[in-house]
């Protein structure tokens, strides 16, 4: 008996200590939540630290895979901003009326071949390494993202189609869920290399374990990254919405190797 | 080294054990003592969890829980919130998947509780609740500390169903595995490194810890009964 007082009263002090934190946790809700494409990672937690270094307000970014996030927004999910891969996704956002509009361009992706700097691939912007690698029977795994429903393994998959190396590659490909997943895949050393987004290679943390090459962006078509603000937005929220469209943000999503969407593509940000 | 993760996935895992492992002690104990027509499809309906992977219980969730469904708008409605993406709806998903962990081990104890002593305590006129408290929740007291244990180390790993309907959000949904996963994404391996060995030390320990306890409770019982 003496031992189920004892853990009543455990189960209580526990209790207590939880709605603590909840009520701390409760003081900090107007830091809006923003849902973020995994390969935006290092260039938005720069741009995110620098909005908060020059307005104060912060932002609390998940990132994760587009296509997954369009099905937590669609089901409710609180977030008040979504910075996708593809525009395909924030389309899709907008049709079902979860947006305030259609959202802007904030980047256009570019792809990389990257290799870990043990691998015996050569990196060129025309794949002539990888292909004598192919036909040499040297290439025992190469990573892309998913091509079915990641954009960057899609845009991988067309640009590998078009230089003709889709069939003899095909067998040797594995594929990350999403395009982090495929860089940490290509870099790992259980790969000769992968095909991922530029802006991941760029980062120092990628530069570490492996090298890259950047693709020409004719081979495959663009990778139009858009992000929305959702009905759920509040001011923190739109501000960094506007913040990313300022010559600041502009000049690190360049620094990550981005194309830039030049002013006439903008469309008019809602309220 | 993500403290906040680590911090609200010790809470998710205390809330939900705090809730789950009374209502587990009354439901096994039913299943213990009672025969009924279809308690093999009860018991297999507790079991599910174990062999469904928790992707499929986390979309079942996002989908009859999130506001497209009618139960979920009606939660929202009486919560004032929504329960996906929302510690709550982590609690309720977390106390779902781990149902199996908790009734199993509580339930073998009380069977093995002898019917002698139970006929004994009702024949003394005991009241129900008494029984529970002064003979039987002694006796079964290692399944409890089991169970307890199992459910609290099975929500600090649980991913694939915090992925789906938790949205990865810092301080409400991201837990531990989340963040793990997330720093091996972002390459930064030192951290997942550090928070994979904080989680496996923790584990063996808690083990260990509650496998000696329970043997030396389980010992002491052995010894009063004689």
Same mark, same amino acid.
């Not at chain 1, 494409?37 to 912060?58: P, V």
């Not at chain 1, 590998?160 to 982090?180: A, F, T």
């Not at chain 2, 027509?37 to 989908?63: C, D, F, N, Q, R």
């Given at each position: ?11 209580? +002090? ?24 995994? &390969? ?27 296509? &997954?996030?369009? !099905? ?34 904030? +980047? ?40 079915? #429903? ?8 067309? $640009? ?21 997943? !495929? ?5 790992? @050393?259980?790969?000769? *290399? ?15 374990? *492996?090298?890259?090459? %950047?693709?020409? !962006? ?33 000049? /690190? ?19 | ?7 609200? =996935? ?21 299943? +213990?003592? #009672? #025969? ?7 018991? !297999?309906? /507790? ?16 989908? @009859?829980? @999130?506001?497209?469904?009618?139960? @979920? ?5 009486? $919560? ?5 993406? #929302? ?10 998947? &781990? ?53 609290? =180390? ?22 531990? %595995? ?11 391996? +030192?951290?997942? *490194? ?33």
């Amino acid at each position: 008996m003496r031992k189920l007082k004892g853990l009543v009263a455990l189960c209580v +002090a526990s209790l207590l200590l939880c709605s603590g934190i909840v009520s701390v946790q409760a003081a900090d809700r107007d830091v809006p939540a923003i849902a973020a494409a995994s &390969n935006i990672k290092f260039a938005l937690d720069e741009i995110a630290k620098q909005f908060t270094k020059d307005t104060g307000e912060k932002v609390r970014i998940s990132y994760g895979s587009s296509g &997954n996030f369009v !099905a937590q927004i669609k089901h409710g999910a609180p977030f008040q901003m979504f910075m996708s891969a593809d525009e395909k996704y924030t389309d899709q956002l907008a049709l079902s009326g979860a947006t305030v509009d259609e959202g802007v361009l904030y +980047a256009i992706g570019r792809l990389a071949l990257a290799a870990p700097k043990s691998s015996p691939l050569k990196l060129d912007p025309e794949l002539s390494g990888l292909k004598s690698l192919l036909k040499a029977g040297q290439l025992q795994r190469f990573a892309i993202a998913n091509p079915d #429903h990641a954009p960057y393994g899609e845009r991988a998959r067309e $640009l590998l189609q078009n230089m003709g190396l889709w069939e003899s590659i095909e067998p040797q490909l594995i594929y990350g869920e999403n395009v982090s997943q !495929a860089a940490q895949f290509a870099v790992s @050393g259980s790969t000769q *290399g992968g095909i991922i987004a530029l802006s991941l290679a760029i980062a120092p943390q990628f530069q570490k374990m *492996g090298h890259y090459q %950047a693709l020409p !962006a004719e081979l495959h078509a663009p990778l139009y990254q858009r992000m929305v603000l959702t009905k759920k937005a509040g001011t923190t929220a739109k501000a960094f919405y506007a913040y990313l469209q300022t010559e600041t943000a502009r000049q /690190i999503f360049i620094e990550f190797g981005f194309g830039l969407p030049d002013s006439s593509t903008h469309t008019e940000s809602g309220n | 080294m993500d403290w906040e993760a680590l911090w609200l =996935s010790i809470k998710l895992s205390s809330v939900t054990v705090l809730i789950l492992i009374p209502f587990a002690i009354l439901l096994s104990r039913y299943l +213990a003592y #009672h #025969h009924f027509t279809g308690k093999s499809w009860v018991e !297999a309906l /507790i079991m599910v969890p174990l062999v469904l992977p928790p992707t499929v219980i986390g979309y079942y969730l996002l989908v @009859g829980l @999130g506001s497209q469904s009618w139960l @979920g708008r009606l939660l929202e409605e009486l $919560l004032g919130h929504q329960l996906v993406f #929302h510690f709550s709806g982590l609690v309720v998903a977390s106390i779902l998947v &781990n149902i199996p962990f908790a009734v199993q081990p509580i339930q073998r104890a009380f069977e093995a509780v002898p019917e002698d002593v139970r006929d004994a305590a009702a024949c003394c006129g005991m009241s129900r609740m008494k029984v529970l408290f002064k003979i039987e929740l002694p006796m079964v007291w290692p399944g409890v500390l089991t169970a307890l244990v199992l459910c609290f =180390s099975h929500v600090l790993g649980e991913f694939g169903v915090v992925l789906m309907m938790g949205g990865n959000i810092a301080g409400e949904t991201k837990t531990i %595995a989340i963040s793990i996963y997330d720093s091996v994404q972002a390459f930064d391996f +030192a951290s997942a *490194g550090q928070m994979s060995l904080v989680l496996l030390v923790f584990a063996v320990t808690v083990l260990a810890f509650t496998t000696s306890l329970s043997r030396s409770m389980g010992a002491a019982h052995v010894s009063r009964r004689r």
